[in-house]
């Protein structure tokens, strides 16, 4: 009796292993994205569109994709920095609870923040790759929410070449400095000099201003 449901039985397992592979998501598919957030000087009240662009990424991550926030203040190179991180759950109503989750906890932050003294943003770039290398996603995006002008207190050493193979590196919001009213190759060097940092190690550099063109964050227009 038992062999002769032994067949059927068989072919029964063969179909649900059929069926849990044609769903299985395409790891290579998802995508980790990083914001580094510049809280130093005055450039905190610019926050507000930070949460404009936190939103977006937000709506377009899918489940399986991972996102985390940080600050860039003085030493930006520690886990203390990141505000929240989460890889969203695959069931797609689970990842929408992490979300609201997630944008929460980041408004908490914003309403808590005080302004650092120095802005490193290179050891928030090493901290966001590291970040995104041990989850390893098809697709690496770090954002940096900043004017790009880099302040190292005395004695921290940010002389380091940074290892971007892979990773796309968009800089949003590079708003214009008083004194780059007064001589503008300030502002022009500056994005200049870090294209090429980014370009030299190996990554893709981009520039979005206009925060209605967002959607070129996950290459659509």
């Not at 926050?47 to 399986?64: H, T």
């Not at 008083?178 to 893709?204: F, H, I, M, T």
């Amino acid at each position: 009796m038992r062999r002769k449901h032994l067949p059927g039985l068989l072919l029964l397992l063969s179909g649900a292993l059929l069926a849990t592979s044609c769903t299985e998501r395409d790891v290579s598919l998802d995508h980790g994205v990083y914001m580094l957030l510049d809280t130093s000087g005055t450039y905190t009240k610019e926050l507000d569109q930070a949460q404009r662009i936190i939103n977006y990424v937000l709506a377009e991550l899918k489940p399986g994709d991972s996102f985390a926030v940080a600050s860039i203040d003085t030493a930006s190179f520690s886990e203390k920095d990141i505000w929240f991180k989460k890889t969203f759950d695959d069931r797609p109503s689970r990842a929408n609870a992490q979300k609201r989750e997630f944008r929460d906890v980041i408004l908490k932050h914003m309403k808590q923040v005080r302004p650092s003294r120095f802005t490193d943003i290179t050891g928030g770039l090493l901290q966001a790759v590291e970040y995104l290398n041990e989850r390893n996603p098809g697709k690496k995006t770090i954002i940096i929410f900043s004017d790009l002008k880099e302040e190292i207190p005395e004695g921290y050493v940010r002389d380091i070449p940074l290892q971007l193979n892979g990773f796309n590196v968009i800089a949003v919001n590079v708003t214009k400095l008083r004194s780059d009213n007064v001589d503008p190759r300030e502002y022009l060097d500056r994005l200049a000099d870090w294209q090429r940092k980014v370009e030299e190690g190996g990554g893709s550099w981009q520039v979005i201003n206009d925060l209605d063109r967002l959607e070129s964050i996950f290459g659509t227009s």
